[in-house]
């Protein structure tokens, strides 16, 4: 008879401890997410997903007007430098033929 007292106050423990995990488990039911709200946030989600796809887009757009602006740019002025080269160089030469003319 006892050992059956001694095992229904076992279960008699186990069960309070019981009800007080259900406890906790039932105060925080509440603030768990649904599926509604699960859904709404993948959308959410899916919305700026698209927004900064749209976003992307235009700005590679963007960029690719300015990079060839920007080839447009480096092209005139290779041709500006070129151009002050050649005229550097015939300076130089013209120079340097007056000098060797009244050198000698």
Not at 24 to 50: E, N
Request: charged share 25%; proline share 1%; net charge neutral.
């Amino acid at each position: 008879m006892e050992d059956v007292l001694r095992r229904l106050g076992n279960v008699e423990s186990d069960v309070s401890e019981l009800k007080t995990q259900v406890g906790s488990i039932l105060a925080t039911i509440p603030h768990l997410a649904t599926k509604a709200d699960v859904l709404d946030v993948k959308r959410d989600v899916a919305d700026l997903r698209a927004e900064m796809a749209a976003g992307l887009g235009s700005v590679r757009a963007e960029m690719a007007a300015q990079y060839g602006s920007l080839r447009a740019d480096m092209a005139v002025r290779e041709t500006a430098f070129i151009k002050w080269i050649i005229g550097t160089v015939l300076t130089t030469a013209g120079l340097v033929f007056t000098i060797a003319k009244f050198v000698h």
